[in-house]
């Protein structure tokens, strides 16, 4: 990498870049089998591993989508394994709060490649809707807190596909809240603001909402919701015409998924 703190690993029918504290140890190590991770969500079976002194947190890559139930966890290379692990790294370097990344590695099975990714564990991290549902005391705090650090991100080029509530790490510090960005797959890095793209996101992310409130352990209320927009940096008016703004989009991304699921 880059910045001189990963290392490029090839092993026969595998390659890796890791970690320089882990590079000793290998690729191998970072293929065992894994144990459960409580609170985790995504798919692909988060589990967790400690290797050379690290609690690590490992997700495997798996597909989602039409693709997801034929290919599963096959993908034709390494290289979005990597890419994850490079966004990852030049944000942290930004000073951006994402979880740490340790490793990316791949591996051969057939025609295709089995991936991972390794990120340093933070204990007592929730995702964001387990933690308002634990932390009543702390949920306005907690939402501003991620409106400022999706700000950073996005003052760093971040531009996501699928940011939403459960990408989103909080842990308690006495009356503050720590908040970490999680799983940037297929993230990437612009060197320009865009309002559309800032739009998306904001529209996925209550899209997600929308879809996954029944699940969800906690979502945030109206007023926590401002919150979270003025940790975006709005005042009271761009606050209103952001949401004016975005409810009919939100509409109209929730009719799509309607009528493609229909």
Request: with cysteine; net charge positive.
């Amino acid at each position: 990498m880059a910045d001189g703190a990963f290392v490029e690993l090839r092993e026969r029918g595998g390659i890796g870049w890791v970690h320089r504290d882990l590079a000793g140890l290998g690729l191998s190590p970072f293929w065992a089998e894994l144990l459960p991770l409580a609170d985790a969500k995504g798919r692909g079976g988060i589990g967790t591993l400690e290797l050379g002194g690290h609690d690590l947190v490992v997700r495997p890559y798996r597909r989602g989508g039409a693709f997801g139930a034929l290919l599963k966890d096959r993908y034709p290379g390494p290289a979005r394994a990597r890419r994850e692990l490079q966004v990852l790294a030049a944000l942290r370097a930004q000073g951006v709060p994402v979880v740490a990344p340790m490793a990316a590695v791949a591996r051969r099975v057939g025609a295709f490649w089995r991936l991972r990714l390794c990120t340093e564990r933070l204990l007592g991290a929730l995702p964001l809707p387990q933690f308002l549902a634990r932390h009543a005391n702390l949920r306005r705090r907690a939402a501003e807190a991620v409106g400022a650090v999706v700000r950073l991100a996005w003052t760093a080029g971040l531009r996501h596909p699928d940011l939403h509530v459960d990408n989103v790490l909080c842990v308690p510090s006495g009356e503050r809240v720590r908040v970490v960005l999680v799983d940037l797959d297929r993230a990437t890095l612009a060197a320009k603001a865009d309002e559309r793209a800032h739009d998306g996101m904001l529209v996925r992310m209550q899209r997600y909402l929308l879809r996954h409130r029944d699940r969800l352990a906690a979502v945030p209320t109206r007023a926590e919701t401002q919150r979270f927009l003025r940790g975006l940096g709005l005042d009271r008016a761009q606050r209103r015409a952001t949401r004016e703004r975005l409810a009919p989009q939100v509409s109209r991304a929730m009719r799509r998924r309607r009528l493609l699921r229909g």
